[in-house]
Every structure is written in structure tokens, then in C-alpha cells.
């Protein structure tokens, strides 16, 4: 996967004390989809993932030619953890 990035989402991502390394782990690993919005003519992704530190993340992207650009990536909330565990199979309801 090629990446986009640049101050704009840099910043953005910094603001939630992450890093692109960390986001980019994230989305390289186990990820499930949690919607797809139409955001004026792009569509974006809504996915939950976690990093190499098991910090777990909603990350939202969107496709710009051949790469994926991160738009926002933020600490899940708990309900999302709980379901990236099941759907991962490391946790049993």
C-alpha cells in the first residue's frame, strides 16, 4: 500500500498523538470496516484497526489516484475494541 501524506493530515493525526508510522501499522494489519460515507465527491472509509503497541484506532481514508490518504485517525471507543477482538478472534461474547 502506497500512502499520501502531508502537513495538512499530519497535523491532523499529531493532534491525536499519533504518527503516521503508527497509523500505517495499523491499517498493514488486521482492519474491519465500519462504514463508508460519501463526503462531498469522495467517498471515505471508516475502519477500526489496531498498531504494533496494540493501541487500537478508527481511521478514516479515502482513495486519491492510486493511494491511500489518511484523513483522521483517533483512539476507538471501547464498544469498537470489543468488536475488533471478536471479529479478530481473540475474544468470545
Same mark, same amino acid.
Given at each position: 500500500?502506497?500512502?499520501?501524506?502531508?502537513?495538512?493530515? /499530519?497535523? &491532523?493525526?499529531?493532534? &491525536?498523538?499519533?504518527?503516521?508510522?503508527?497509523?500505517?501499522?495499523?491499517?498493514?494489519?488486521?482492519?474491519?470496516?465500519?462504514?463508508?460515507?460519501?463526503?462531498?465527491?469522495?467517498? /471515505?472509509?471508516?475502519?477500526?484497526?489496531?498498531?504494533?503497541?496494540?493501541?487500537?484506532?478508527?481511521?478514516?481514508?479515502?482513495?486519491?489516484?492510486?493511494?491511500? /490518504?489518511?484523513?483522521?485517525?483517533?483512539?476507538?471507543?471501547?464498544?469498537?475494541?470489543?468488536?475488533?477482538?471478536?471479529?479478530?478472534?481473540?475474544?468470545?461474547?
Amino acid at each position: 500500500m502506497e500512502f499520501d501524506w502531508d502537513e495538512a493530515n /499530519r497535523q &491532523h493525526i499529531a493532534e &491525536h498523538g499519533l504518527t503516521p508510522e503508527e497509523v500505517e501499522s495499523a491499517l498493514d494489519g488486521f482492519t474491519f470496516d465500519i462504514e463508508c460515507q460519501d463526503w462531498y465527491d469522495e467517498e /471515505r472509509f471508516a475502519e477500526v484497526g489496531a498498531t504494533a503497541r496494540n493501541r487500537y484506532l478508527t481511521i478514516i481514508t479515502t482513495w486519491r489516484d492510486d493511494r491511500i /490518504r489518511v484523513v483522521t485517525a483517533f483512539d476507538a471507543t471501547p464498544a469498537l475494541i470489543e468488536e475488533y477482538l471478536i471479529r479478530k478472534g481473540t475474544l468470545w461474547r
